[in-house]
């Protein structure tokens, strides 16, 4: 694997903290404080003892209202034409103020002109105040902006307590209405422009991620194809080479079967009458079954680790460094019992040891537990660098997907209108 592909997540996670060290400035400068509204109710219906009387607490005051308490009685618009005016829009949009009210309360519905011709043409009816309901039922108040309405105070309410009051309005009820203020909100951490920056900054991310995860897989897939036309043509090479080597039939009284003669450094097994033995360029004898699979698969003598194919002048240049790791465990897989019944026959016979081994240069045979292959180690390496890739990933995504979710909930709280 390259520098550059080793580099990725590190230049990752670089870029992820300039976008969320970029992302709380921008955020801040597009959202803005409010001041909640608690709203209290006196309904007064003809035949009733004591009055009605209910709280809306969910009120907000305008981003241009001013922040104080007023009192007085609700009124709405006057049907234009025979049709009902809920909205306050229309320049014919009059009110009916009785002659012993001194101060009342304008109710409108949002929609189909700004806030700011709804609260002036109430303020000039004498209005004290304004109060909108929304006409959304499931959408909660917004921060209305109405610039230059002066003073008159402008809260909004949600669709329900709104449609309520208008109910007893139409009745003729009398309806009575306090304001206060109530909390100040301070400015939230998201708005559409920060949504829109934490998602583009996410989305380039994860394109990044993805280049980089396809540059790795690349370069991966071409050292994989390499290293397999590597061994290919050493394979081949190694067949060329074995056939060229040197074969003979052990017979009676060659110097094999001598007891002083060097074991087979594979099975641990002295020569017989009638065994097979390969002997390498080296001098080295080996029983052909046993010493033919390594030489398949490193090349080498599994003894003085002389390279055969240069000995023999069979592509000199072909490396053997991708397969000289000593695998005994894979090697004498097929010798296990002969070995450990060898070893066996060792221990007991005082009289023998394994003196040949040493003084041939081959080191002692490794323990069961030293026998793990280093292609295990390889892959437990392999499924730790899948597992953080794959971590990554995960994780970016449901951050994502939860600063999104946070965000599109903060602006139906937090939303600023015009209108």
């Known amino acids: 694997m390259s520098g550059a592909a080793r580099a990725g997540p590190a230049r990752l996670a670089a870029l992820a903290l300039l976008a969320c060290s970029l992302w709380p400035a921008r955020a801040d400068n597009a959202s803005q404080e409010y001041y909640t509204a608690l709203i209290n109710v006196t309904v007064q219906e003809p035949g009733r003892g004591a009055p009605l009387t209910f709280r809306i607490d969910r009120g907000r005051y305008g981003l241009d209202s001013p922040k104080a308490e007023v009192r007085g009685q609700v009124l709405a618009p006057l049907p234009i034409h025979g049709v009902a005016d809920h909205l306050g829009c229309d320049p014919q949009t009059r009110f009916f103020v009785p002659p012993n009210i001194k101060q009342w309360i304008a109710l409108l519905q949002r929609g189909n002109c700004t806030f700011k011709e709804k609260i002036s043409r109430a303020a000039f009816h004498n209005a004290v105040a304004v109060v909108i309901y929304n006409n959304k039922s499931k959408e909660e108040p917004v921060t209305m902006t109405h610039p230059g309405t002066g003073d008159i105070i402008a809260v909004m309410i949600t669709e329900l307590r709104g449609k309520d009051i208008l109910s007893y309005l139409e009745k003729n009820v009398s309806v009575q209405m306090t304001i206060a203020v109530g909390t100040r909100m301070p400015p ?111 090349c080498t003598c599994p003894m003085c680790k002389l390279n055969i194919l240069k000995a023999l002048g069979i592509v000199p240049n072909l490396p053997c460094t991708d397969n000289v790791v000593l695998d005994m465990e894979r090697l004498t897989r097929t010798q296990a019992a002969n070995r450990r019944s060898a070893l066996a026959d060792l221990a007991n016979d005082n009289s023998l040891g394994l003196e040949p081994l040493r003084t041939s240069g081959i080191s002692p045979l490794p323990q069961d537990g030293e026998l793990t292959p280093r292609t295990g180690e390889i892959n437990i390496a392999v499924t730790k660098e899948w597992f953080i890739i794959a971590s990554f990933g995960l994780l970016s995504a449901l951050t994502l997907c939860y600063m999104i979710i946070r965000a599109t909930a903060s602006l139906n709280a937090n939303e600023v209108e015009w209108f």
């Open 188 to 298: 939230k951490n998201f708005s559409r422009g920060s949504l829109v920056f934490v998602s583009i900054s996410f989305i380039v991310l994860m394109i990044i991620s993805s280049a980089w995860l396809i540059f790795y897989f690349i370069q991966k897939i071409r050292y994989t194809n390499a290293r397999d036309r590597n061994q290919r043509r050493l394979g081949d090479a190694a067949k060329k080479a074995i056939s060229k080597l040197t074969t003979r039939t052990v017979k009676k009284g060659d110097k094999e079967t001598d007891p002083d003669f060097d074991h087979c450094a594979v099975c641990i097994e002295s020569y017989k009458q009638n065994d097979v033995v390969r002997i390498l360029p080296c001098k080295h004898v080996f029983h052909k079954s046993c010493v033919d699979p390594w030489l398949s698969e490193h």
